[in-house]
């Protein structure tokens, strides 16, 4: 498990990470969405600037806990919102139901919950979950909300002859845009309203210059 193996070699690897000149990766929790809680609420995290930035987080954890489930199973979970905006959580690639599928007319308002529940059919594979609310989509995901939904399957992964689980390195890339203070800055104008707003900083799991 990752987040295991981060926790176990944190002095290591931090050691590794500083000599190399960068920062060291973090990895997201794990979390079965089997009645979890996802809360969203404001935060503040070191994206590697030394500097802590104002940004929206699920769990208070950066990346967005890493959910995990097997195939056949029956997610279920409850999402909490602890942030200004009206927020509605979507399961990117996922063939959930539509009530379920996090569409922007089912978002909620700040202190309301919302509850997610039915049964994972799509293969194993990568995907990912985000905000969903109409027109903040893209604003709610620069500043933290969006993690990795991983579906196992363990007699496809048997046939496809996959290496074992504890060879998995999660890895979520972001492009941002970091101002001199360190915090990062979305302010999408002209062509970036249509084709997406990017930005020079490349992180990996929510950090700069990762080793």
């Given at each position: 498990?990752?987040?295991?193996?981060?926790?176990?070699?944190?002095?290591?690897?931090?050691?590794?990470?500083?000599?190399?000149?960068?920062?060291?990766?973090?990895?997201?929790?794990?979390?079965?969405?089997?009645?979890?809680?996802?809360?969203?609420?404001?935060?503040?995290?070191?994206?590697g600037?030394?500097?802590?930035?104002?940004?929206?987080?699920?769990?208070?954890?950066?990346?967005?806990?890493?959910?995990?489930?097997?195939?056949?199973?029956?997610?279920?979970?409850?999402?909490?919102?602890?942030?200004?905006?009206?927020?509605?959580?979507?399961?990117?690639?996922?063939?959930?139901?539509?009530?379920?599928?996090?569409?922007?007319?089912?978002?909620?308002?700040t202190?309301?919950?919302?509850?997610?529940?039915?049964?994972?059919?799509?293969?194993?594979?990568?995907?990912?979950?985000?905000?969903?609310t109409?027109?903040?989509?893209?604003?709610?995901?620069?500043?933290?909300?969006?993690?990795?939904?991983?579906?196992?399957?363990?007699?496809?992964?048997?046939?496809?002859?996959?290496?074992?689980?504890?060879?998995?390195?999660?890895?979520?890339?972001?492009?941002?845009?970091?101002?001199?203070?360190?915090?990062?800055?979305?302010?999408?104008?002209?062509?970036?309203?249509?084709?997406?707003?990017?930005?020079?900083?490349?992180?990996?799991?929510?950090?700069?210059?990762?080793v």
């Open positions: 498990i990752p987040g295991a193996e981060g926790s176990a070699a944190s002095g290591g690897s931090a050691r590794q990470a500083a000599s190399l000149g960068g920062n060291r990766l973090p990895f997201a929790p794990e979390l079965r969405p089997h009645e979890a809680l996802l809360r969203v609420a404001p935060g503040t995290r070191d994206l600037r030394g500097v802590e930035a104002p940004l929206l987080l699920v769990n208070d954890a950066l990346p967005s806990p890493l959910l995990r489930l097997t195939r056949g199973e029956t997610f279920s979970a409850r999402m909490e919102n602890g942030i200004e905006d009206p927020l509605v959580l979507h399961w990117h690639g996922l063939t959930a139901p539509d009530d379920m599928d996090g569409h922007p007319r089912f978002a909620v308002p202190g309301a919950s919302l509850d997610y529940r039915f049964e994972v059919t799509d293969r194993a594979g990568t995907y990912w979950y985000h905000s969903h109409h027109h903040l989509t893209g604003r709610h995901t620069y500043r933290g909300i969006g993690g990795l939904l991983l579906v196992d399957d363990p007699a496809e992964e048997a046939a496809a002859g996959m290496p074992p689980r504890e060879r998995e390195i999660p890895l979520v890339l972001q492009d941002r845009r970091l101002g001199p203070d360190g915090i990062p800055v979305y302010e999408p104008m002209g062509p970036s309203m249509m084709n997406g707003f990017m930005g020079p900083e490349a992180l990996a799991n929510g950090t700069l210059d990762a």
